[in-house]
Structures are given as structure tokens and as C-alpha cells.
């Protein structure tokens, strides 16, 4: 950790880090993670020598909490998963279905 760092933003560091060694991030991951967070506050708060205009005028990593991360994924159960428990419950002509229509055989639309 860099000597410019706070005893707080120390504390700061090790949790974020440990945080996301738990989410399962590699220990560079987590490193890396943890200390642009930290230096991302010191900019915003102008403790930094040289800071981005992003990080500057962008809201705080810790209340951004992942907007920006890749949350656009599909949403919902697998076409397998709803083609197994279509099976399951007997409903003809499901191999023919897309996931839509599996959906709405099975009332989950």
C-alpha cells in the first residue's frame, strides 16, 4: 500500500480486497479492485496528484456498487431448464418450442 494512504483507507483496502476474494476474485483481482476503489475516493476527495476527469466527477465506486458491471444477461430460467420441466409435466409438442413458447406452456410469462 502506498504511503500516502490513511490508516483508514488501509482498513478500507483490506476489506474491499478480502470482499472480493470471498465473491471468488483471484488475489491480483482483488488487489486490483480494492485499490482503485481506494484511489478513486483519494482523487474525488483531491488527496491524489493527478486524477482522471471520471474519477473526479463520477459518483463514488461504493455507491455505484456495480451499475456498470454486466447485469444485461439473460434473464430467467434456461430453455433446457424449462424443456426439463416440461417433460416433467408432460406437455406435448414441447421439442418443438422455443423458450417463449415453453414459458407460456408452462405459465411462467
Do not use: C, F
Not at 10 to 32: L, N, P, V
Not at 63 to 82: A, C, M, N, V, Y
Amino acid at each position: 500500500m502506498p504511503k500516502e494512504w490513511t490508516r483508514k483507507q488501509e482498513r478500507q483496502y483490506e476489506h474491499i480486497k478480502d470482499s472480493a476474494q470471498e465473491r471468488g476474485a483471484g488475489t491480483g483481482r482483488a488487489k486490483e479492485i480494492a485499490s482503485r476503489t481506494v484511489n478513486k475516493n483519494r482523487a474525488q476527495a483531491g488527496q491524489s496528484r493527478t486524477a482522471s476527469r471520471t474519477s473526479t466527477r463520477d459518483i463514488s465506486p461504493q455507491r455505484r456498487g456495480g451499475l456498470r458491471s454486466g447485469t444485461g444477461g439473460p434473464k430467467g430460467p434456461t430453455r433446457d431448464q424449462l424443456y426439463n420441466e416440461a417433460r416433467q409435466r408432460n406437455i406435448e409438442g414441447r421439442s418443438k418450442m422455443t423458450k417463449s413458447e415453453l414459458a407460456r406452456a408452462l405459465g411462467k410469462s
